[in-house]
């Protein structure tokens, strides 16, 4: 599954002169916790969350003592000052493209601690954005999406295999399939490759029966 079937393509977006109290109110009024930030050619730069906004009610860091006593200047936390999205906002931001699998944007989305990532075409622009509350719904997917997908997309598109040489069977999202695999590794290849549709919960690669 790709990402362009699970992203919302209407996305909430704000302007980085937009003023950082607006962007609280808006976020608390829709109930999210972060909005791309785009210019006016709609390129992303940055995204302004929860987090960010969060640094203006942070007790201001105190200089160490001997820092105080080296002269050193006050640290400055730059979110702490910010007074506009594009002051607030991470950047530059995870972002993903629309053409790539949801096991990409899982593994982005655990390894870099975000609960969402804005979708760009080659050039920047933002074309939608994936939440993980996206990814958990593609687990939900029924048996028969999933067989699907394993024979049109896993099988056929991606293995270059004839999905009719191979028996498959999907139970509560356990799968178990049957076909002429030649060496342990392409068994190990068509396991790993099959784990990563979303809704599977186990794979079994068994030899089919004999004619």
């Known amino acids: 599954m790709r990402i362009a079937q699970l992203m919302t393509a209407d996305v909430v977006t ?12 808006m976020l ?15 390129i992303l730069l940055g995204v302004v969350s929860e987090a960010d906004i969060l640094a203006k009610e942070r007790r201001p860091r105190r200089q160490s003592r001997l820092a105080r006593m080296l002269g ?16 607030a906002m991470t950047a530059p931001a995870r972002t993903i ?6 096991d990409a944007a899982a ?7 975000v609960n969402r990532l804005p979708v760009v075409d080659r050039d920047g622009a933002l074309v939608g954005i994936v939440t993980r509350a996206d990814l958990v719904r593609a687990f939900v997917h029924t048996d028969a999406e999933i067989e699907r997908e394993i024979r049109d997309e896993v099988l056929l598109h991606e293995l270059w295999l ?26 190990d290849l068509l396991a790993r490759r099959i784990r990563l549709v979303p809704g599977v919960v186990t794979v079994t690669v068994v030899e089919p029966a004999s004619a």
């Open 162 to 187: 004839d999905p009719a040489d191979f028996e498959l069977s999907v139970h509560a999202g356990e799968v178990t399939i049957a076909g002429r695999v030649h060496t342990g590794d392409e068994r």
């Open 28 to 42: 608390a009024a829709r109930g999210i916790s972060g909005a791309p930030v785009v210019d006016d050619n709609g």
């Open 97 to 102: 493209a629309a053409d790539r699998r949801v």
């Open 72 to 87: 050193y200047p006050e640290p400055v936390d730059a979110k702490a000052q910010a007074r506009t999205a594009g002051q």
């Open 14 to 25: 704000v302007g980085p002169e937009t003023p950082l109290k607006d962007v609280a109110e």
């Open 107 to 113: 593994a982005i989305m655990l390894d870099r601690g």
